[in-house]
């Protein structure tokens, strides 16, 4: 697999060497041209490691750091969300355990009021 992008970038130059003698382009138009190939070929392998890094750490079972920044912030999310609903359930089961003893209270005294 090395031989083809070593063998691409020999053909390239080449290419460009036998143009500038040719007289077909000026040192400064071979200049921009190769610059540009270097740039454009920088780019493409920058593209295949990334995507054969992605694949490799996806094939390991692991996150993007993203991800898993995201995951944090839905988490911490849901539980301030759980917290204040949880009060507001307790508060209201507060006053009907109060009220539930009262009434039971009551009838209890009913009944030794009607006992005397």
């Given at each position: 697999?090395?031989k ?6 020999f ?15 000026t ?19 920058k ?21 898993f ?8 999310a ?9 009060k ?7 006053p ?13 005294k ?7």
């Amino acid at each position: 697999m090395a031989k083809a992008p070593v063998n691409e970038v020999f053909s390239t130059l080449k290419s460009y060497a036998r143009k500038l003698s040719d007289g077909e382009r000026t040192p400064a138009e071979i200049a921009s041209a190769l610059n540009d190939w270097a740039h454009e070929s920088g780019q493409t392998l920058k593209a295949k490691i990334s995507e054969e890094v992605e694949a490799a750490v996806l094939k390991m079972g692991f996150v993007k750091r993203e991800e898993f920044d995201a995951l944090v912030r839905e988490v911490n999310a849901l539980k301030k969300g759980s917290k204040s609903p949880a009060k507001k359930s307790a508060t209201k089961k507060a006053p009907v355990k109060k009220s539930a003893a009262k009434k039971a209270a009551k009838p209890v005294k009913k009944s030794t009021k009607r006992g005397l």
